[in-house]
């Protein structure tokens, strides 16, 4: 059986053996924990795979591929089978928010830089377009609103200036980090690429799947692990809930700081 299959591999590869070194490997085991031990014994940079086939609840990604964003240690792109051939429409997801420890707003921001220095480069080399969405809540506004705050009884102008306040402070944020990849990359690569912003106020597990709909994105750049150093706490309840509900293609980044829970004697 793996000389069949290893027969099947080279014949596929082999259009391409002339242009690129390519090396072919046939695993047996559990795909997910198989696909991330040769990760760990290579230290490979990017795992490539095509999702399976769309199961009957209607979600794209399978077991295995949740279970590979959520513990391989490099970054995971999962292809659907009728993907185009080129990504002419990406997505970039990033969270500017400032709400947690210093700590963990420093591993926030490397994140975002590394999603945005990914949807940079492969927007250039596949002359795509570059969206980049975040999306803000003002915390406190449905119970401000029902004025059931504690001591509070806010005004309807002091609520929307709250709001407003958030939205603003948010809007910095996103250009500070703007201002950090031009300052990086150069202007003229900004200039050229041009990303278009996108600050949505609401949930981003709703709001990056119906955005990504309407933009008909080929690939979504996101992040998928909500805390580091602690193997097993590795996938946000957010980044789950956008997976579930989006149907193209995701290129899933970890932040600096990463320990997958797989070790090459488990």
């Not at 095509?50 to 995971?76: A, E, I, N, Y």
Request: with cysteine.
């Amino acid at each position: 059986m793996a000389h069949y299959y290893e027969q099947q591999i080279a014949s596929l590869v082999e259009p391409y053996r002339k242009r690129i070194p390519i090396r072919t490997l046939v695993l047996e085991g559990i795909v997910f924990l198989e696909i991330i031990r040769e990760v760990l014994r290579n230290k490979h940079d990017l795992v490539v795979k095509m999702t399976d086939t769309t199961d009957w609840l209607g979600q794209l990604f399978s077991s295995d591929d949740m279970h590979l964003l959520r513990k391989c240690p490099c970054p995971v792109w999962l292809v659907k089978p009728n993907a185009p051939k080129t990504c002419r429409r990406i997505l970039a997801a990033v969270d500017v928010s400032n709400d947690c420890t210093a700590s963990e707003l420093m591993t926030r921001q490397e994140l975002n830089q590394r999603i945005l220095q990914a949807a940079i480069s492969l927007a250039l080399s596949e002359f795509g377009r570059l969206h980049i969405v975040h999306v803000w809540d003002a915390i406190g506004e449905n119970l401000l609103r029902t004025r059931r705050a504690l001591f509070m009884d806010a005004t309807y102008d002091e609520i929307t200036q709250y709001i407003e306040q958030v939205k603003i402070q948010h809007q910095k944020n996103l250009n500070f980090l703007m201002h950090e990849m031009t300052d990086r990359l150069g202007k003229s690569t900004m200039d050229y690429l041009r990303p278009q912003l996108h600050l949505i106020k609401g949930s981003a597990r709703k709001e990056v799947p119906v955005l990504s709909k309407q933009l008909e994105a080929d690939l979504i750049i996101m992040g998928t692990v909500a805390r580091t150093g602690i193997p097993g706490f590795i996938m946000g309840n957010t980044a789950e809930a956008i997976l579930n509900h989006i149907n193209c293609s995701v290129l899933a980044i970890k932040p600096p700081g990463f320990d997958t829970p797989v070790k090459l004697e488990n």
